[in-house]
Every structure is written in C-alpha cells, then in structure tokens.
C-alpha cells in the first residue's frame, strides 16, 4: 500500500477575464490545477476556499471522493453555486495531481476513451446580438463548424413580436455559411417570448436551443419540450445530480450541459454523464470558462458515450484582458480542425518524486502545461482590481430585465 501523499498548499489565483484558478500541491512535490471560477461572484468564491484550506490541507490528496463528500456533506448547508465552484477548483486539482503521480491522463482514470477526437463550438456575437455574419465567418475560418450565438437582448414578460423575427433572420444569416447553429436563450425570456420564439425558430432547425426559461421552471420547459422538435438544452445553472434530476424525471431536456467549474468538478461531472445518458440525454459541457476548465471537461468528454459537442471561449466576448490561450505553455493544444480538438495526451515525462521536483508539466493529468509564472503575475496585477460583474439590465420602463 502506498503511503499517503499529503496536501500541503492550496493556493488561489484571481486572473484576466474573470477566472479564479486553484494551484494544490502535495508533500511528494506534485502539482494539480483547478478551476473555480463563478463569474460575477468571485469574492464569494474566495471566501469558500478559506474554508477549504482549513479543512483539507493535510488530507491524502488520493481520496478524491472522501474529500468530495466531506466538502458537500459534513456541514449542514451544501449545494449551490458559490460551494459546489469551489468543490469543482479542488476536485479538479486532486484528478490532475491524480493523474500526473500514475503517469496517465485523467480520462485512462475514468475508464479510458470512446473516441479520438472532440468536437467542439464557439461563440459569435455578444450580449446584444448584431451583426454575426461576419462573426460566424471569422468561426468557419477558424475550423469550426459549430457556434452559439445569444437569441435576443433584454426583453420584456411579454414584448413585440418584432423582436423575435430579428432573431430568425440572425440564425438564417449563419446557417447560410453551412454552420450548426446553438441559440442561447439565457433565461432573458418568459414563457410567453419563449414560447413564440421556440415555434418561430423551428422550421429552421437549429442545433439546439439553450436556457429556454430559466432554470427554477421545470414544469414550464417540459412543456415547452413537448411543443417543438428543436432538442432543448440547459443545465449551467445546476449544481448536481440532483438539480438534474426534476429535467429528467420530467423528460424536459435533450442536452444536459453541466459546467464543471459549477457542478462539483471532474467527479461529478462524470456522475452526471452516466446519470444522463440513463435518459437518452446528450452531453454537452458548458464551458465559457479558461483552459483548466476546458481540460478539465475534456477528460469526460473522451470518455462518455452521449457526449456530443464541447463548447469553449476561445476569442469570447467576455474575454478582455486575457484569452484562453493566454496562460498556456503550448497553446496548440486546443487547435480546431474540421470542427474538433484532438483529445489530451500531450508527452508524458515523468519527473523523480524521490527528488520531490515538482510535476508541473504536460501530459499526464488533465494534459496542459499552466505558465505559473504568468499566472502569479496576472493575479498579484489583478488582485486591486474590481471583480467582474454581468452588466444590470433595464427596459424603458426602469424595471430590471433578465441579463
């Protein structure tokens, strides 16, 4: 029996655009990244992992799961976004240091993989969708054949149809470029809108249609589910197996799309991929996020049957001050081609644990190379600077809009 490989350090990192990463470190020298990014709620977050800190450094960092339980469990309050992101940056951190000490990428952990390659959409367009021709026709060039764009702006309980035949006229623009085309909905619509938009958007048969209603509304997207034919999907605003559960008992979804920097990290995420599958519901991780979250995802996606589609920030509209290249070493990694990303090898190179030097490197783990350098600098930068924050939306009334 091996001896324990005990935490030592759990450190966080406030970083450009708005991702908080999660560096833990072992006794043995090893070092896992995370990411527990919760955007717009980052000091909330940073509290959390104080706590995290007290409770598991000097734990053995194999027992991935009893930390896991003891993170959701042991204290009488559990769930939600802000406990559950941090749990996901740790949980992540403990697969990477899991990976990198037995020398093979987390999905080998997970039972190996089902495919050799992912396939994966970016976005165009921003909060206020205009103009995404152009957009969509950058995405092609890049070697996607998939991409997401926002349905509306703000728009009222019930507004001008007007504004919904704009949006049909955006999806015909670039689907004309042979794109597949995923309609964010965001929960910026109330049933009514939503509704209308669903049916008016269906004979044009788009990918999928994302945040139908918000997701405190079971009851009401099942029944939108039942209306159209287009396949339905959500889930970044659910933080478990159990806040899937009521969309699938209810046959509600199509496409389950868990973050993995919100839901409980690599563990969960797995969980969620076999629980969905149980309905004959596709997987698609939400993933807006940085390299450490898109890696992360990646190792399910390798390795779960119903996963279908990827999505990642590269060249994001939020992503100012930084991108998701930015903080790798070998940016090269997250290449597209023909709309997919070959899957996370990297070179496997085993550094002496008997010299604790440090296994920082690519390969092993979640199989990316973070520049730690440049991540301590961006941080100590960042640190005096205000988090971010999703813009407040009002109508021309003064009354608060769904963002």
Same mark, same amino acid.
């Given at each position: 029996?091996?001896?324990p490989n005990?935490?030592?350090?759990?450190?966080?990192?406030?970083?450009?655009?708005r991702?908080?990463?999660?560096?833990?470190?072992?006794?043995a020298?090893?070092?896992?990244?995370?990411e527990?990014?919760?955007?717009?709620?980052?000091e909330?977050?940073?509290?959390?992992y104080q706590?995290l800190?007290?409770?598991?450094?000097?734990?053995d960092?194999?027992?991935?799961?009893?930390?896991?339980?003891?993170?959701?469990?042991?204290?009488?309050?559990?769930g939600?976004?802000?406990?559950?992101?941090?749990l996901?940056?740790l949980?992540?951190?403990?697969?990477?240091?899991?990976?990198?000490?037995?020398?093979?990428?987390?999905?080998?952990?997970?039972?190996?993989?089902?495919?050799?390659?992912?396939?994966?959409?970016?976005?165009?367009?921003?909060?206020?969708?205009?103009?995404?021709?152009?957009?969509?026709a950058?995405?092609r060039?890049?070697?996607?054949?998939a991409?997401?764009m926002?349905? =509306?702006?703000?728009? !009222?309980?019930?507004?001008? %149809?007007?504004?919904?035949?704009?949006?049909? &006229?955006?999806?015909r623009e670039? +689907?004309s470029?042979?794109l597949?085309v995923?309609?964010?909905?965001?929960?910026?619509l109330?049933?009514g809108?939503a509704?209308?938009?669903?049916?008016?958007?269906?004979p044009l048969?788009?990918?999928f249609?994302?945040e139908?209603?918000?997701?405190?509304?079971?009851?009401?997207?099942?029944d939108l589910?039942?209306?159209v034919?287009?396949?339905?999907?959500?889930?970044?605003r659910?933080y478990?197996?159990?806040?899937?559960?009521?969309?699938?008992?209810?046959?509600?979804?199509?496409?389950a799309?868990p973050d993995?920097?919100h839901?409980?990290g690599?563990?969960?995420?797995?969980?969620?991929?076999?629980? =969905?599958?149980?309905? !004959?519901?596709?997987?698609? %991780?939400?993933?807006p996020?940085?390299?450490? &979250?898109?890696?992360?995802?990646? +190792?399910?996606?390798?390795?779960?049957?119903?996963?279908?589609?990827?999505?990642?920030?590269?060249q994001?509209?939020?992503n100012e001050g930084?991108?998701l290249l930015?903080?790798l070493?070998?940016?090269?990694?997250?290449a597209?081609?023909?709309?997919?990303?070959?899957?996370l090898?990297g070179?496997?190179?085993v550094?002496s644990?008997?010299r604790?030097?440090?296994?920082?490197?690519?390969?092993?783990?979640?199989?990316i190379?973070?520049?730690e350098?440049?991540?301590?600098?961006?941080?100590?930068k960042?640190?005096s600077?205000?988090?971010?924050?999703?813009?407040?939306w009002?109508?021309?009334?003064?009354?608060?809009?769904?963002?």
């Open positions: 029996m091996s001896s005990k935490i030592t350090k759990l450190e966080i990192f406030r970083v450009p655009p991702w908080l990463f999660v560096r833990v470190e072992t006794e020298g090893i070092v896992g990244w995370g527990g990014t919760l955007e717009g709620h980052t909330a977050i940073e509290g959390a706590d800190q007290e409770r598991f450094i000097g734990w960092a194999d027992q991935i799961q009893d930390i896991w339980q003891h993170a959701y469990r042991s204290r009488f309050y559990r939600g976004p802000v406990l559950m992101s941090a996901s940056g949980d992540i951190a403990l697969w990477d240091i899991k990976g990198k000490k037995h020398g093979v990428p987390v999905w080998q952990l997970l039972g190996g993989k089902v495919r050799d390659r992912i396939r994966v959409y970016s976005w165009v367009g921003g909060d206020k969708p205009s103009d995404v021709l152009d957009g969509a950058a995405r060039a890049q070697g996607f054949t991409v997401k926002n349905a =509306t702006d703000a728009v !009222d309980w019930i507004d001008s %149809p007007a504004l919904l035949q704009n949006t049909v &006229a955006r999806v670039v +689907q470029l042979g597949d995923g309609i964010d909905f965001h929960g910026r109330h049933k809108m509704k209308q938009l669903a049916k008016a958007l269906e048969s788009p990918f249609i994302e139908p209603l918000l997701p405190t509304q079971p009851e009401e997207i099942a589910a039942n209306m034919s287009t396949p339905i999907a959500l889930g970044e659910l478990s197996r159990h806040d899937f559960r009521p969309y699938l008992e209810r046959r509600a979804i199509d496409i799309q993995v920097a839901c409980g690599i563990s969960e995420l797995h969980r969620l991929a076999a629980y =969905t599958e149980t309905y !004959d519901v596709a997987l698609a %991780p939400h993933c996020l940085g390299p450490i &979250a898109l890696a992360a995802c990646m +190792q399910i996606d390798v390795s779960a049957p119903n996963f279908v589609i990827q999505e990642m920030s590269l994001m509209h939020y930084a991108d930015t903080y070493v070998d940016p090269t990694i997250f597209v081609k023909n709309g997919y990303v070959e899957i090898t070179t496997t190179r550094l644990l008997l604790r030097a440090t296994y920082n490197s690519a390969g092993p783990g979640l199989g190379e973070i520049n350098s440049l991540v301590r600098s961006a941080a100590m960042h640190s600077e205000r988090a971010w924050r999703n813009a407040v009002k109508g021309e009334d003064g009354s608060l809009r769904e963002w």
